[in-house]
């Protein structure tokens, strides 16, 4: 099936600060022929430890800037993918063809088709819905983890800062994505919220930035059931809890942006409680969701914690 999907002009993203790194394509991933999928790949290709560092919504790789170069100045590999719809990698038009599976699928295809391993995943809102979910499939190629402001929703009822986000997002066709981006981080600057508006000419690209609160596996407050988008991905999540739980023999990092309403110390100390040997989290008191704004101290903290550095 061929999906209808548009490019971003390579010339949005020139120049953006603290993101010197050089764009990486693959066009063949199974079931996904033909759309484009954009990573940054840094660091010696045959080092010991890859991190795999995923995002969320509305973000792209950019988020991690902070980030990759404390892992690759301790001689590690960091490996950064865009989702489709998001960052450099191609945005179908339509929004139904965003769906949990959708992302999730192509997520596992990648990380086959780089065939990535002894891999620590770094992972934050919609990157850990969806990447806590991959070692379910190949649990020998994960072997550490660094969690920060996400969750594992199985249909629970939605806190009313995630309902409030929810609405919000279904009022705004358009999003704003670097005004937002602004708004939930102090230490932004225009530039840097430009470079997250980057990959969004107009609100024809953003239907991934439309479509991600709809899939969260949260029911409306009051509602009996979820909606028929946010049902898909419950079984996974449920199986992904188990794996933390149960399966889990690597070793964990949890970093939380103490000011985020929606994904903040309760929903994190929940997630705690399903992560195997998951010790006390370090807690960054003037972050909010978008915790990797604060990324260096804590890749230098989990680094130390996982001996590392």
């Not at 670097?178 to 840097?192: I, P």
């Not at 079984?235 to 939380?256: C, N, P, Q, V, Y």
């Amino acid at each position: 099936m061929t999906i209808n999907a548009l490019r971003t002009p390579d010339d949005r993203f020139a120049d953006l600060p603290g993101w010197p790194y050089a764009p990486n394509y693959i066009d063949d991933l199974a079931g996904y022929e033909g759309l484009r999928m954009h990573y940054v790949d840094e660091g010696a290709a045959d080092a010991d430890v890859t991190f795999l560092c995923i995002h969320g919504e509305p973000s792209w790789a950019y988020l991690f800037r902070k980030m990759i170069p404390v892992f690759t100045g301790a001689g590690h590999r960091a490996v950064a993918v865009d989702m489709f719809g998001f960052g450099r990698s191609d945005k179908p038009v339509d929004d139904d063809v965003y769906t949990y599976h959708f992302h999730r699928n192509a997520l596992l295809a990648f990380v086959e088709r780089m065939d990535l391993k002894n891999v620590c995943l770094v992972v934050q809102d919609w990157g850990g819905l969806l990447g806590l979910t991959l070692p379910v499939e190949a649990p020998a190629r994960y072997t550490r983890l660094i969690v920060m402001n996400t969750g594992l929703p199985a249909g629970e009822e939605a806190p009313e800062g995630f309902g409030a986000w929810r609405a919000f997002n279904r009022s705004q066709p358009d999003l704003a994505v670097g005004g937002l981006m602004q708004r939930a981080t102090s230490v932004l600057t225009d530039a840097e919220a430009a470079a997250y508006d980057a990959p969004f000419p107009d609100k024809s690209y953003k239907g991934g930035v439309r479509r991600f609160p709809e899939l969260v596996m949260l029911k409306e407050k009051g509602a009996a059931d979820l909606t028929p988008l946010s049902k898909e991905g419950v079984e996974t999540s449920l199986r992904a809890r188990k794996f933390w739980s149960e399966d889990w023999t690597g070793e964990s990092f949890m970093a939380i942006g103490m000011q985020d309403p929606v994904l903040g110390p309760p929903a994190m100390h929940f997630l705690r409680s399903m992560i195997r040997n998951c010790p006390e989290p370090m807690e960054i008191a003037d972050a909010g969701h978008f915790v990797q704004e604060w990324g260096a101290p804590i890749a230098k903290a989990a680094l130390a914690n996982f001996k590392l550095a």
